[in-house]
């Protein structure tokens, strides 16, 4: 059973707009979400994490938004560029020491 | 600093064999864990390992095992390869492994079993 359930599965945006990928979970125990891009042939890279107490962070052009009320967060992409393209992985952390991850979604940013 | 490093990179293994993964971690790290990716599946935990000690194992058969060492270093190992078993295996190193520390991967081994 996936904990974590993220949507859109693919999306494809215009280079220059923004990207929107939302997840929720039920665990209420879960207090660190991160967010994970991925290229073909590599491993999973840390792109910005947030704890719950906070309901916003941003670096550069990537910005997370967590609501706690309602267990749900999401990763906003601004000015998607090609490199961007990419699949992003959301995941939360509690004190069990396990990632759970949501699905994936691949993004294209078209040129 | 040097990233997490998991070696091999590519391994191809016939059906029945076993097979040792191994991953170094960022160094200072002490906590590494293991997930095993597939398109199927996704990204699912196999284990955690801190100061030699697993602390929590994910629903994997026993054929998959893993063990720590005093340096951090990490293994895993897979006994009696299915084809299913075929997938990146990838290894994630953090201070703690407590929600207060971020995890860093590997590139991860591909396996294929044929």
């Known amino acids: 059973q996936q904990q974590v359930k993220q949507s859109p599965q693919s999306l494809i945006v215009q280079k220059g707009g923004i990207s929107i990928i939302n997840c929720a979970y039920e665990?209420?125990?879960?207090?660190?979400f991160p967010w994970y891009q991925q290229f073909p042939g590599k491993g999973p890279a840390l792109l910005i994490a947030?704890?719950?107490?906070?309901s916003e962070k941003k670096e550069g052009r990537f910005t997370i938004s967590f609501n706690k009320s309602a267990k749900q967060f999401s990763l906003h992409i601004m000015d998607s560029q090609p490199g961007d393209s990419a699949t992003y992985f959301c995941?939360?952390?509690?004190?069990?020491?396990?990632?759970?991850f949501g699905a994936g979604t691949t993004v294209t940013v078209r040129a | 600093k040097a990233g997490v490093t998991q070696t091999p990179r590519y391994l191809i293994k016939t059906r029945g064999q076993q097979v040792t993964l191994s991953c170094s971690p960022i160094s200072g790290h002490r906590s590494v864990s293991w997930y095993q990716q597939t398109p199927g599946q996704g990204l699912q935990f196999l284990f955690e390992?801190?100061?030699?000690?697993?602390?929590n194992k994910g629903n994997f058969p026993g054929r998959f095992s893993g063990r720590q060492f005093s340096n951090s270093r990490s293994e895993m190992n897979v006994s009696t390869l299915e084809l299913g078993d075929s997938a990146l295996y990838l290894c994630?190193?953090?201070?703690?492994?407590?929600?207060?520390?971020?995890?860093?991967f590997g590139q991860g081994t591909r396996l294929t079993v044929v």
């Open positions: 995941a939360a952390l509690g004190y069990d020491y396990k990632l759970s």
């Open positions: 390992y801190f100061s030699e000690t697993q602390r």
């Open positions: 665990n209420t125990a879960f207090d660190y």
């Open positions: 994630a190193s953090s201070l703690t492994g407590q929600p207060n520390t971020e995890a860093f």
């Open positions: 947030i704890r719950p107490d906070v």
